[in-house]
C-alpha cells in the first residue's frame, strides 16, 4: 500500500496504514488515537500555508489509496466515474462530523480537509480504528458492501489555494464549512473561508442543485458568510422547512465545535444554500441572524436562557 502523501515533507512521515486489511478478532489490539497528543494552536494562516501536497489535476487525486476497500487490492487502478469524492467538510477539526456523516450515508465517499497536521493525523488513524473494528466484528464471508470507516478520509490541505485541484468542475453534492476561523480583526478577515472569490471556486466544485452548509457560534461571522453566499449570484438560500427535512443538518450540531458549544451553552447559526444553474435574475433579500439561530434550533439545539446572547459578544 503506497503512502498517502499529506504534505511536501517525506512521503512516508507520519504515514499510518488505511486499515483495510482484515484486523485480528481480538478487538483490544486496535490502536485509538487520543486527542490529546494531537492537538495543535487552532489558527493558522492560509494564505501562508504553502508546504502542503497537492495534486496537479483532480484525476491525480489518490482515491484508491484514500478508500482502498472500495476500490479492491490494486490502489493504482483508476476509480470508475461512480466512485468519486462527493461530501467535503473544510476544516474538518477533529472529524466527528466526518464519523458521522459515514455512518448516515455508506454510500458516498467524503473527504475532509484540514490545514493542521496533527488533527489529520488523529482523523486517519480514527477512521482506520473504525474500519479495523468493524472488519474484527464481522467475519468476511458475511460482509456486504462498505463497512463502517471504509467511505471516510481526511488529508492535509489548505483548501483556499487547492479546491480546483482536488474537484473538477460539477463533482461535489455537498460542501459543509462548519465553525470555521472568525479571524476577527480587520486585517485578517481576506483569510476567511466564505469571500466572493472563494465562492466561485466553491460554485465551481458543485454540481448544480447541490448544497452548502455552514453553522458558527460567532453572530458576526454568521452576518459575514450569509451576506456573501446570499448576493453571490450562482447561490440561493434554502428556507428553513428545507433545512428541518435535509437529516444532515442535525448532524452539523455534533462537531466536535458544536459539542463545546452546547457544553458552554452557547448559541449557534446554520445557515445552507443552493447551488443554482444560473445566476439570479433578481438580488435577494439578505435574512437577519435569527433565522439562522431559528435553524439550529430546528435542528435540535437551542440555548438555556440567558445562553442566546453568548456569541453576540465577540
Known sequence: MPPVATGKRPLDEGHVDSGSEPADSDESQIERPRKSIHRQRAHNNPLAANNMWRPDTPAAVPVATYYPALFGAAPEQQPPSSKA?????????????????????????????????????????????????????????????????????????????????????????????????????????RRRVVSTSLLAEYAFCLEVGARLYTITDVSELTDWMVDHLTRFPLFRRLPNDALTADPVVRLLLLTDEGLKVARNNGNMFIAAFERLAAPKSAEEAVLPREVAAAAAAEAGYTPKPGGELRGKTW
Open 85 to 189: 469524492i462527493r461530501w467535503v467538510d473544510l476544516g474538518c477539526g477533529f472529524g466527528s462530523l466526518l464519523i458521522q456523516l459515514a455512518r448516515a450515508e455508506r454510500d458516498v465517499l467524503i473527504l475532509g480537509m484540514e490545514i493542521r497536521h496533527k488533527p489529520v493525523q488523529f482523523v486517519q488513524k480514527r477512521v482506520i480504528a473504525h474500519r479495523k473494528t468493524a472488519r474484527a466484528a464481522l467475519p468476511a464471508a458475511e460482509r456486504r458492501g462498505p463497512l463502517e470507516g471504509d467511505n471516510v478520509w481526511a488529508v492535509e490541505a489548505n483548501s483556499m489555494k487547492c479546491m480546483p485541484n482536488y474537484f473538477a468542475k460539477g463533482q461535489l453534492s455537498k460542501l459543509f464549512i462548519c465553525f470555521p476561523d472568525p479571524h476577527f480583526k480587520k486585517r485578517n478577515v
